[in-house]
């Protein structure tokens, strides 16, 4: 089946990136298109950080998914045990984006 | 606006929404491009990452994470409002994995 095999061809890198968006940005020296992507992901990270949510319209979300500590249960056992709190990013895909890569359309105009 | 107090759970976040005027300011203040400049450079990178995704192609970003695209094979799913069950399609859907420095910053920052 066609489907289960998408990723054939190796993953986009940050320079690739860098190179496109040089290319795109011809008025922009190569430098600062390095640190304003650097910026982007550096700026996103420092607000997962401290909890913070990161909207990007069309594009998607960022936010930090929390669960409190608390006493969960062997389930086996019956004993209870102590479950760690915890936090992680997570990234929601806009409705837009999320529509796009269903269909898997090829590049449009821009 | 923003009121942290006790640990929330579930996926709503507790501090402020950063937007793309947030991160705009701070290209302005690193690298004192326009503002019309920052907008345009910011939604080309998000461009950038959105036309490849939408090909099927991974984008990884060392230190932040990767975006890829899974295929998902037809399921039954259920309401669960109404418990009725219902089919649920084969896609393709986008997953973001945090890289190991990013996860951590948010346990360090978090808990």
Same mark, same amino acid.
């Given at each position: 089946?066609?489907?289960?095999?998408?990723?054939?061809?190796?993953?986009?890198?940050?320079?690739?990136?860098?190179?496109?968006?040089?290319?795109?940005?011809?008025?922009?020296?190569?430098?600062?298109?390095? %640190?304003?992507?650097?910026? !982007?992901?550096? $700026?996103?990270? #420092? =607000?997962?950080?401290?909890?913070?949510?990161? @909207? +990007? /319209?069309?594009?998607?979300?960022?936010?930090?998914?929390?669960?409190?500590?608390?006493?969960?249960?062997?389930? %086996?056992?019956?004993?209870? !045990?102590?479950? $760690?709190?915890? #936090? =992680?990013?997570?990234?929601?895909?806009?409705? @837009? +984006? /999320?529509?796009?890569?269903?269909?898997?359309?090829?590049?449009?105009?821009? | 606006?923003?009121?942290?107090?006790?640990?929330?759970?579930?996926?709503?976040?507790?501090?402020?929404?950063?937007?793309?005027?947030?991160?705009?300011?701070?290209?302005?203040?690193?690298?004192?491009?326009?503002?019309?400049?920052?907008?345009?450079?910011?939604?080309?990178?998000?461009?950038?990452?959105?036309?490849?995704?939408?090909?099927?192609?991974?984008?990884?970003?060392?230190?932040?994470?990767?975006?890829?695209?899974?295929?998902?094979?037809?399921?039954?799913?259920?309401?669960?409002?109404?418990?009725?069950?219902?089919?649920?399609?084969?896609?393709?859907?986008?997953?973001?994995?945090?890289?190991?420095?990013?996860?951590?910053?948010?346990?360090?920052?978090?808990?």
């Amino acid at each position: 089946m066609i489907l289960t095999c998408l990723q054939g061809s190796p993953p986009v890198v940050r320079s690739e990136l860098i190179a496109t968006l040089s290319d795109q940005n011809p008025h922009l020296r190569p430098a600062d298109v390095e %640190r304003l992507v650097d910026i !982007v992901f550096d $700026e996103i990270s #420092a =607000a997962l950080a401290r909890g913070d949510r990161v @909207e +990007l /319209r069309g594009f998607g979300a960022f936010s930090v998914r929390k669960r409190a500590a608390r006493t969960g249960r062997n389930p %086996r056992t019956g004993k209870p !045990v102590e479950v $760690e709190a915890k #936090a =992680a990013p997570f990234f929601r895909a806009g409705k @837009e +984006l /999320r529509a796009r890569v269903d269909k898997g359309e090829t590049p449009k105009g821009k | 606006m923003s009121d942290t107090g006790s640990i929330a759970t579930g996926p709503i976040a507790t501090g402020s929404t950063i937007t793309r005027a947030e991160l705009v300011e701070a290209m302005i203040r690193e690298v004192g491009l326009s503002r019309g400049d920052s907008a345009r450079f910011l939604n080309d990178l998000l461009g950038v990452i959105e036309e490849n995704v939408v090909a099927g192609q991974a984008v990884k970003l060392a230190r932040f994470g990767n975006f890829s695209v899974r295929s998902k094979k037809e399921r039954i799913g259920r309401n669960p409002k109404t418990g009725k069950e219902a089919t649920i399609t084969a896609r393709r859907v986008v997953t973001f994995k945090a890289s190991a420095l990013l996860k951590e910053a948010v346990i360090r920052g978090n808990l």
